[in-house]
């Protein structure tokens, strides 16, 4: 009995390698969006951390130049991303735009961003439209 059932089976392998084609497309771009997707969250919280390192430095009353958080938010973000991102890519912006002429006690926030082009593995349209989002991180604190 149980031979006249194996006789009665056909091989499915073509079926199987049809069923794998048309699965492993989909699951590729599932992993690879989801890479994509956490990358952008590190580089969020990258971009984050430095705007508080950046601040922190702009808000002594040592610092009198904007360079020098300038320099602090790259040096950060060349350590956290490393080749990741192009630091000339990386947007950093100081607010007031005078550290020297601001009173002790007055909030300074330091603004730091880049476009996902910038930084993504895979570039291209979704759906007709460009995929480009600035992500971006902030910080504000009193001067000293």
Do not use: H
Request: proline fraction near 3%; aromatic fraction near 6%.
């Amino acid at each position: 009995m149980l031979s006249g059932r194996r006789r009665s089976r056909r091989p499915r392998r073509g079926a199987t390698l049809v069923e794998f084609a048309m699965v492993v497309p989909v699951v590729f771009v599932f992993v690879f969006g989801m890479i994509e997707l956490s990358r952008y969250v590190m580089v969020q919280q990258a971009l984050t951390s430095a705007a508080q390192r950046g601040c922190r430095k702009a808000m002594l009353a040592t610092t009198q130049s904007n360079g020098a958080v300038e320099a602090a938010v790259r040096d950060y973000l060349g350590g956290s991303l490393g080749a990741m991102a192009d630091s000339r890519a990386v947007q950093v912006t100081v607010t007031p735009e005078t550290l020297s002429a601001i009173p002790s006690g007055s909030d300074v926030t330091v603004r730091v961003q880049v476009s996902t082009a910038d930084i993504s593995w895979v570039r291209g349209t979704l759906f007709g439209k460009t995929t480009d989002v600035i992500l971006a991180g902030q910080s504000t604190l009193v001067r000293e």
